[in-house]
């Protein structure tokens, strides 16, 4: 907790310098509790481990009452929560969740919709695209199979962040105290043999700089899902081909992951970002998660 402390007493000026910007400091228009809630919320963000209110108060020199009240607020609306186990507490993704509604993240719709409307013309798969919402993940664009048959996710549709493969490969591609973040949330939520299975597959994705999977819910499916990475790194969204293995499947599937990385990659680098190149040859896809 030492480097963390170290940590909080650097961030000091800095949050300082963010309350006069904000206007807090000889703005004739002031809301104080809302510069509050502010002040907290930037300051835990750049934070990594759990704070105390104690803590919190310290930093911004403030009383301990005011702060306290206005964590009480924050926990109640779900912008910050405690781990399991600590009475501390850590930023939340409520706040990820409202920017994946901002036009910002239309900007990554209206760069991928062409090269994915391209992308299901040339292998004839269906070809989807995913960002986080909270502890789900939400299909933001969606492009049919040009074949007869296909598989096909209803737009705005949402899902559990760390069952499906894009919601793993979000997930993989975060912050790592992010990361660590939504698994110790996965803990409270699944099954032994499920929190395994999303371990070894973080693992591998990590590994692999994709995912690659069984479909979880059909037969006959693979989940193929590439990051879309900004300039830190970060998935700011993950696109996905569930191919389906029919006997009219016009591309194999080792081609269909080459040219999803090559899709990806051209996202990537508008967002400002870039993938790793793709290591050859392509590995068996990882098995799906046994439902029993």
Known sequence: MKSEQGKIASNKKTNAAARTRSGSVGSSYSVPALEK????????????????????AQQLGRSLQEVYRIVLVLEARGYIVRPPGTEALVLSTQLYGLATR????????????PIINSLAVRTGEA?????????????????????????????????SAVLGSSGRTLVAFQAENVREWYLEQARSQLKPAELAYL???????????????????????????????????????AVTVPYLSTYGTPKPLAEVVGLLHEAADTICMAMGGQLAPLDKPIPAPGPRLDPQ
Request: net charge negative; charged share 20%; with cysteine.
């Open 127 to 159: 070809v989807h695209l995913a960002v986080l919402d909270g502890l789900r993940m939400c299909i933001i664009a969606q492009v049919d199979s040009p074949q007869a048959i296909g598989v096909r996710l209803r737009v705005g549709a949402h899902s």
């Open 102 to 113: 901002f036009p910002p993240f239309r900007r990554v719709v209206d760069v991928a919709q």
């Open 37 to 56: 809630a502010l002040d907290v919320l930037e300051l835990m963000s750049d934070l990594s481990q759990p704070v105390t209110p104690s803590q919190i």
């Open 199 to 237: 371990h070894a597959r973080i693992e591998a994705i990590l590994e692999n700089g994709y995912e690659m999977v069984e479909g979880r819910l059909l037969p006959g499916v693979v989940d193929i899902s590439f990051p879309i990475l900004d300039s830190n790194g970060t998935a700011l969204a």
